[in-house]
């Protein structure tokens, strides 16, 4: 995925009347709490640009002087919206309590994953119960007691928020090179421990936003920063006990601002692969990884709308481009000729090569047929021979999981599906047996039996078909409620995988939906480009017309349907709000990209440049700017009465900056002509992901899910 944009109530009475409420403290006085929604000023504030003029009043609303947010009046707005959100949300706070506790009844809190070799070692990780973050563990392969080698909870323990970035141990086992990001700006501090001693080396890496990758016999890293605007430009090496100020930069990305460089290791960790790129092209460069300032190998010299990803396998290229064909090919080149590639898979219309993986003794392609996914095990001898891994369900989502050695006989695989729980299997090479290891445990119960998960096809507006993943109860209501999701971006598919938490919904009548739209490749590379650029709107329509089919289809009824999606799936939201307000009984946009326009014609925000190909560049194309204009939710909220709806940011997102989400809630306030719920929620220690923790997080969908009962008048 690329760096880009989830019973009785009280004073419900007092509500109502429009009485105020009171919360007590913590030091037991009472603080009155609003009685009405915030109104944001609207300040004269204007832009022009190829002869057309907008006004944005909520331009205010931006801090000047971000990523530092501290204008006194944007901090007290985005207080007040929290305060509404705390004041409506209040009498819901029994339904919230209960949606907590079952869908924290369902995870195993004393979890574990199964452990899996690298070198000399077994490595895991584990959550003990009652535990917000997890603890990593590591024990000799030839036996011994299990070591602790890094805990989350307690690098936590200080901070509001934790997130743990890069995890990578160096190929003799000795070292663990680690980040962390304290406060949801996704910079992240990087850190080396002595796993023999146990103790942290005084290296420091401040800013990195990229792997660890071990080079120069385990004796240096590899990393990128983040620079003003989160761009990572760079590939630099650290070595160990030297001063951070003498680190060596390897690859400076200077000819496409919009272009991110990141860097990993080949199959046989022999090379060092520094790549380039945004989202349509891409560029790659070799060095030895133990003489990792040694000449760079240019593989192909970028071309626009070419990419291509490499790996190396005994002194071979192997290189996966779309260069011939929209759904990628597979080829090879020698290292003395590395532009020079001779197709080994080629590309096929019905066949969509997402990835390839190199092993010893046979190489791994995977990939997509009819929008299922694929994993095939292929000779080196003879190409012809493919032997896929069979899956018994019609629908479901699997892939390699974790397989870190270059010689191996059995290889580690996720699969799961609307109605079976993750599950983590070996595929034994020789035999072709699928051994089940774990399966996702759910304390509180769950019968398959109960569940019943299709997928069907809906006709679009002009004649295309969009898939659709479904899961319901068998003992539903016929047209009972509904809720739909999609992302639509950037060429990822949502898969049909399985969820505790959405079976809160489930259990209570509804079905869940997955709209396969276009944007997301889950039919293809042409099924991405047909919702991007100038075909966006396509990802709008088919979401809109999956609604529609599914009503005629008997699914649910208009009203009944309760929608989400969040960052460019929030974007998704906000279209179809101002497209089709009566269609919805809820809406739900979490981190929401809707303030497109504004954030495309800004090319110091982090992500602009390097989204203009996935949007368009509104500041050079006249066309681009009136297209997004066209659609852009924030520019098209119009007086008209709007669904419920719930919308969240955090104050700390490089992403999706909080003022998009702060702006459409403002405009939505002013224009819309009905009385029906507008929350924002502002996470002021947090990014994009929300909080992190997986019971805070856990709690936040509670609040989603309660807001959508609520509204569609299903909280007894």
Known sequence: MPFTRYAAFLSAAALALGAPLHAQTSEGTQVTQPTSPPTAEKRDHSYSHHGIT?????????????????DEDVLEHLKAENAWFEARMEPRQPLVDELFEEMKARIKEDDSTVPQRRGDWLYWSEFEEG?????????????????????????????????????????????????????????????IKDLQTGG??????????????????????????????WRVHDATMHVLGTPVSEDVELYRETQDEGFRVGSGLSAQEDWLIVSTGDNETSEVRLVPADDPTAE?????????????????????????????????????????????WTTLIAGSDEFYLTDFDLFKDFYVTEGRLRGLDQIQLRSYADPALVKPVAFAEASFSAGLDNNPEYD????????????????????HVASGELELLKQQEIPSGYDADLYTTERVEIEG?????????????????????????????????VPPGFSTSRLSLIDRGFAYAIAHIRGGDDLGRKWYLQGKLNERTNTFDDFVDV??????????????????????????????????????????????????LNTMLDADLPLTPGEWPEWGNPIESKQAFAYILSYSPYDQVVAQDYPPMLVTAGLNDPRVTYWEPAKWVAKLRELKTDDNELLLKTNMGAGHGGKSGRFQSIRETAEEVAFILWQMDMTE
């Open 408 to 427: 191996q006989d059995r290889l580690r695989i996720s699969y799961e599906s609307m109605v079976t729980p993750d599950s983590v299997y070996d595929y």
């Open 200 to 229: 942290l080396l005084p290296d420091e890496i401040p800013g990195t936003l990229s792997g660890l990758v071990w080079v120069k016999n385990d004796t240096a890293l590899v990393y990128g920063t983040a620079d003003d605007n």
């Open 54 to 70: 907008i006004a944005d009043p909520y331009h205010w609303l931006k801090d000047q002087s971000y990523p530092t947010v501290d």
């Open 461 to 493: 507006r002009d004649g295309t078909m969009v898939p659709v993943s479904v899961v319901m109860r068998k003992d539903r209501d016929p047209g009972g409620p509904l809720h739909l999701y999609a992302y639509g971006a950037y060429g990822y598919a």
């Open 296 to 340: 760079p190998i240019l593989v192909k010299p970028r071309t626009k709308g070419v990419e291509y990803d490499v790996d190396v396998r005994d002194g071979t290229l192997w290189v996966h481009t779309n260069d011939d064909h929209v759904n990628f090919r597979l080829a090879t080149a020698s290292l003395e000729t590395p532009g020079e």
């Open 547 to 596: 609604a529609k089919g599914l009503v005629a289809k008997g699914y649910t009824e208009k009203g009944r349907i309760s929608i989400s999606g969040g960052s460019a799936g929030g974007e998704l939201m906000g279209v179809v709000a101002n497209t089709d307000p009566d269609l919805w009984g809820a809406v739900v946009a979490h981190v929401p990209f809707v303030d497109v």
């Open 131 to 191: 535990a917000e973050y997890r603890k990593y563990y590591r024990k000799p392969v030839a036996g011994g007691d299990p070591v602790l080698i890094l805990d989350e909870n307690e690098l936590a323990k200080d901070v509001e928020y934790f997130r743990l970035g890069a995890f990578s141990v160096s190929q003799n086992g000795r070292y663990l090179a680690y980040s962390a990001d304290t406060n949801g700006s996704e910079r992240f501090t990087a850190r």
